[in-house]
Nanobody
């Protein structure tokens, strides 16, 4: 599985961005996907995850109500709509694929098998 994240940039606090993650390789619709982020000097952390069908989602408390994860299986693309952005959302954002599956969506790094290269999101105050 190859993952390519895009859509990052510089935005003012309160603004919005939509990240995309294009996937290729194995059948896209058969695995769960997630977004993680890593701020300078901090560990990579979970942001959001979505099931293979898109019917189940889960979010970190820090982004709940502001971010929305979605996927288009026909386009092999994962999205992260980010609204009401805050300076503390500044980070490199990574998309990841979970081929193991399971009833509970993964929120830990070890759950995910493949990672994209990351896209920088910078929120100015």
């Amino acid at each position: 599985v190859q993952l390519q994240a895009s859509g990052g940039g510089l935005v003012q606090a309160g603004g919005s961005l939509r990240l995309s993650c294009a996937a290729s390789g194995r059948t896209f619709s058969r695995y769960a996907l997630g977004w993680f982020r890593q701020a300078p000097g901090k560990e990579r952390e979970f942001v959001a995850a979505i099931s293979w069908s898109g019917g189940r989602t889960t979010y970190a408390d820090s982004v709940k109500g502001r971010f929305t994860i979605s996927r288009d299986n026909a386009k092999n693309t994962l999205y992260l709509q980010m609204n009401s952005l805050k300076p503390e959302d500044t980070a490199v954002y990574y998309c990841a694929a979970d081929l193991k599956g399971g009833m509970v969506l993964g929120t830990t790094l070890s759950r995910y098998d493949y990672w994209g290269q990351g896209t920088q999101v910078t929120v100015s105050s």
